[in-house]
């Protein structure tokens, strides 16, 4: 029974649950064997919450996941009473006043918090090695990376620890990771899920998203039907879709027209399998009816590369602002206590002026226009979600490598998940490619804003032509 519970996604378990064929304490008590066993290799919960998960099994289980074992990322989401470390001593030992209204939500839908999940230090590199609490492994190579940000999440529900995962991303740091681990990853439309009470937006620019890693699509689009709407006071706010996500899931799309994007389109490389993995994705699209064109939207990409670069600097400065305010500690005393590649991101972040970030937002403006444009003549929009297959644990230390090199090699990891960040649009990875080392290497695509309906008709239909739940790696129950 345990072997089962393990293969099993969110909405099996919850079902067992309500059919009386396991109670809530079988779920949960299973998942913690899972975490005990495997989480000493791949290190992907970093704080274990067994009294809350003892008090939320002893008020009872309601809602539609009932019973169902859940970790959440440490940063970001807040749970009452608990760190939101984000990778970073400076906020190890603060626990946060109330639940964030999208953990409210998780509580509502019946889910059983059991920990917190390995992140780098404020989410602001594609890996997930932070000093605080050291690397967390990939399940499919123990020297590789899991991806970042969302890294623990991904390797927890790779090794199947638990079969959904919270994770959020800001350049790709949902989608990243699951095609780094092998798993489903949607990032959905900006302002699909509330940051109430406590932030407007996830992050400097409005490009930072809520969701969740998973093993299947049914899973991710159950848990953003329970999850998306706005609270009052949103400033931004996706359109309501007209049916449940979930139900979009059960019949296949219309015929799409999908545009395929092979080539990096800000001059760095893409890797034979990356390029291998689009081309597979893209004939199984035609099989399956759909109309394929390779083609490049058209805009100025080094203008685009320069002002990213400058503007993902304010990430960590951003934060680093946050935390001066929070604790009383000057600034630039915060900043030195920052691992060395927010150092760098705060040293050039602070030397950027008002006015030349509301250039960059006026200049990023733009940019989405374009991309919507671009997909109002196709459905979807196809290309590698990485530029590289996960790369060894310790490529993008900044300490050995410098700030500079680890910047670029940022830039060449992740030349398409940051797109749909800066317009908004939603977007996602499926892993329909295993590389010759067995390594998986996800396909991305990026639809119009609001349209997480359609991506999650193709997801299901892919999945179903091309089934991966049954793949497990190397380290998994």
């Known amino acids: 029974m345990t072997t089962d519970i393990a ?3 969110m909405l099996a378990q919850a079902a067992l649950v309500q059919t009386n064929k396991a109670s809530p304490r ?6 913690w ?15 274990h919450m067994r009294q809350e998960a003892e008090d939320t099994l002893a008020a009872g289980q309601a809602g539609p996941f009932a019973g169902v074992p859940f970790l959440i990322k440490d940063i970001s989401l807040a749970y009452a009473g608990v760190p939101t470390s984000a990778g970073s001593p400076l906020l190890a030992d603060i626990p946060e006043p109330v639940d964030s209204e999208l953990m409210a939500r998780y509580r509502r839908a019946g889910l059983v918090t059991l920990g917190k999940t390995n992140t780098c230090e404020f989410g602001t590199l594609g890996t997930t090695e932070p000093i605080l609490f050291g690397p967390c492994r990939n399940p499919w190579d123990l020297q590789r990376s899991s991806g970042g940000s969302s890294g623990g999440s991904a390797a927890a529900v790779a090794a199947r620890m638990v079969p959904v995962a919270h994770a959020n991303d800001g350049a790709g740091s949902i989608r990243i990771p699951a095609s780094c681990c092998g798993l489903f990853g949607l990032k959905p439309s900006k302002g699909r899920i509330s ?3 406590k932030f407007g937006e996830g992050s400097v620019g409005a490009i930072g998203a809520e969701h969740c890693v998973s093993i299947t699509v049914r899973d991710s689009a159950a848990l953003l039907d329970a999850t998306e709407g706005p609270m009052p006071g949103d400033p931004y706010m996706a359109p309501r879709p007209q049916e449940s996500f979930l139900s979009q899931t059960e019949r296949p799309p219309r015929s ?3 545009a395929v994007t092979d080539t990096a389109l800000l001059g760095t490389r893409l890797e034979r399998a990356c390029v291998e993995a689009v081309h597979s994705t893209a004939r199984l699209c035609e099989e399956l009816g759909h109309t394929v064109e390779f083609v490049e939207p058209k805009f100025d990409y080094e203008a685009y590369e320069r002002t990213y670069r400058r503007f993902w600097t304010l990430t960590a400065t951003r934060t680093i602002h946050l935390i001066s305010q929070a604790t009383g500690m000057a600034i630039d005393t915060a900043a030195a206590h920052c ?3 927010n150092k760098y991101l705060y040293e050039h972040g602070k030397a950027v002026t008002a006015g030349q970030y509301l250039v960059d937002i006026v200049f990023f403006n733009r940019f989405a ?3 919507a444009a671009f997909l ?3 459905d979807v929009w196809l290309t590698p979600t990485l530029g590289t297959v996960p790369p060894l644990l310790g490529h993008f230390d900044a300490a050995v490598h410098g700030g500079d090199k680890v910047m670029d090699r940022f830039m060449e990891f992740l030349p398409f998940t940051p797109f749909a960040n800066m317009t908004g649009e939603p977007a996602m990875t499926v892993p329909l490619f295993w590389d010759e080392n067995g390594m998986p290497v996800g396909s991305h695509f990026t639809a119009s804003y609001g349209q997480e309906g359609l991506l999650f008709a193709l997801a299901r239909q892919l999945e179903q032509a091309r089934p991966w739940a049954d793949r497990l790696p190397e380290v998994s129950a």
């Open 26 to 31: 079988e779920l949960v008590d299973a998942a």
């Open 339 to 341: 691992e060395a590649f």
């Open 195 to 197: 940051y109430a009470p």
């Open 33 to 47: 064997n899972r975490i005990d066993r495997l989480n000493p290799a791949i290190n992907a919960v970093i704080r």
């Open 376 to 378: 109002t003549k196709y």
């Open 369 to 371: 226009r374009e991309m």
């Open 7 to 9: 293969r099993m996604d």
């Open 256 to 258: 799409l027209r999908i």
